[in-house]
T-cell receptor, first 114, second 113 residues
């Protein structure tokens, strides 16, 4: 049972470099989410998607872009990485929901920007 | 707008002692409430959820939480903790808008032998 798989697990970037984080889920979930986790701040929503081909901004979207070309995949891009984007990034997915469905999380991607 | 406050950033406790992790929330609409647990270097796992009905909800690993609407609280409890309960615990609320979660800051529970 793979669930939600995130790649890569670790990455170190230099300021100004770009990269894409991949999230894949095998549960046929409609909704997918990207969060960042910083010490003492819990998890904050970056972007989310309610279906293939749709994306929307969350609480902290600046500096990130996303795409959902296939239902099972949700990509998070950093076009020009900044040290403030050093964080642990989590992808999550859920069934179509009005809020009462739990989210299923991947194991995270630890990203350091030097 | 919704917000969640976890009142303790760290809670140390001895093995087999009871523990309570406190969570308060604010929202202008009805919400659903969740507790998640994060073990070191892992993602978040659902412990329990309150959707409606009985205000006392039971979850995995012997945890339970009580929803108190008048005090806007959703405290997590366990009568006897084990070393393996050492982890970070997150309280979260969801409104009806696409299941988006608002998380608290997290509480690190450390169980000492």
């Amino acid at each position: 049972n793979a669930g939600v798989t995130q790649t890569p697990k670790f990455r170190v970037l230099k300021t100004g470099q770009s990269m894409t984080l991949l999230c894949a889920q095998d549960m046929n979930h409609e909704y997918m989410y990207w969060y960042r986790q910083d010490p003492g701040m819990g998890l904050r929503l970056i972007h989310y998607s309610v279906g293939e081909g749709t994306t929307a901004k969350g609480e902290v979207p600046d500096g990130y872009n996303v795409s959902r070309l296939k239902k099972q995949n949700f990509l998070l891009g950093l076009e020009s990485a900044a040290p403030s984007q050093t964080s642990v990034y989590f992808c999550a997915s859920s069934y179509r929901t009005g809020g009462n469905q739990p989210q299923h999380f991947g194991d995270g991607t630890r990203l350091s920007i030097l | 707008a919704q917000s969640v406050t976890q009142l303790d950033s760290q809670v140390p406790v001895f093995e087999e002692a009871p523990v309570e992790l406190r969570c308060n929330y604010s929202s202008s609409v009805s919400v659903y409430l969740f507790w998640y647990v994060q073990y070191p270097n892992q993602g978040l796992q659902l412990l329990l959820k309150y959707l409606s009905g009985s205000t006392l909800v039971k979850g995995i690993n012997g945890f339970e939480a009580e929803f108190n609407k008048s005090q806007t609280s959703f405290h997590l409890r366990k009568p006897s903790v084990h070393i393996s309960d050492t982890a970070e615990y997150f309280c979260a609320v969801s409104g009806t808008s696409y299941g988006k979660l608002t998380f608290g800051q997290g509480t690190i529970l450390t169980v000492h032998p």
